[in-house]
């Protein structure tokens, strides 16, 4: 797919590109001042966290050069039983840590190497909806504005700072209007299923620009 063409100097800036922007630099600040609180704890920083790459597909709004994805139709139209989107990324220190932050889910075990160590995971393991969200990534990338409606989980493996995850969603009902059951899974680079689910979403044709 083509990249949108940029905009001319004397092209009036639109809401959507504005809240872009905006977005773009709330994001940036919170990561730079989150890598400043873990570099005085002595966690560096990933040196590829680029979040503002040029988005591989229109329902975007910005990229990261470690996250990749593939999906299987490219039409709203052309969506059925089998298409899917496939999404690719690393779970790092940094997330972790910005999620508890976010979420003020501040669980010991995502953040403590030494408490972590002494429990049946054997040392600290990323928040489970953190990686799950990597479901929502995926079904944000199928062509369209797609929304969700509901989400099962079933939590099968950890995942530790480091592991390279891939969701997996694929469309296995139509429900008729805009409408789609989804199956949605989650798995390491070893293969391990480490999340398995289901969602209802719609997903409706993109506002005009």
Known sequence: MSSPCPESETAEPTPSTNWSTISRHVLNSYVEANNASLAAMGVSRPTDDALTVEP????????????????SS???????????????????????????????????LHLEEEFAADTQFGG???????????????LAR?????????????????????????????????LGGTRYRLRTT????????????????MIDEQPAD
């Open 56 to 71: 591989p597909v229109t329902e975007l709004s910005f990229s990261n050069d470690s996250w990749t994805m593939e999906r």
């Open 74 to 108: 490219e039409s709203i139209e052309a969506l059925e039983v089998g298409d899917y989107v496939r999404f690719t990324k690393p779970i790092r220190e940094t997330d972790i840590s910005a999620f508890a932050q976010v979420s003020g889910d501040t669980n010991r």
């Open 124 to 138: 600290r393991i990323a928040h489970g909806t953190l990686v799950a969200g990597t479901i929502s990534a995926a």
């Open 142 to 174: 199928f062509p369209g504005l797609t929304v969700y409606l509901s989400q099962d989980l079933e939590f099968h493996a950890p995942v530790e700072a480091g592991d390279v995850v891939t969701a997996n969603c694929e469309i296995v009902e139509t």
């Open 186 to 201: 989650v798995d390491t680079e070893d293969d391990r299923r480490v999340i398995d689910g289901e969602a209802i979403v």
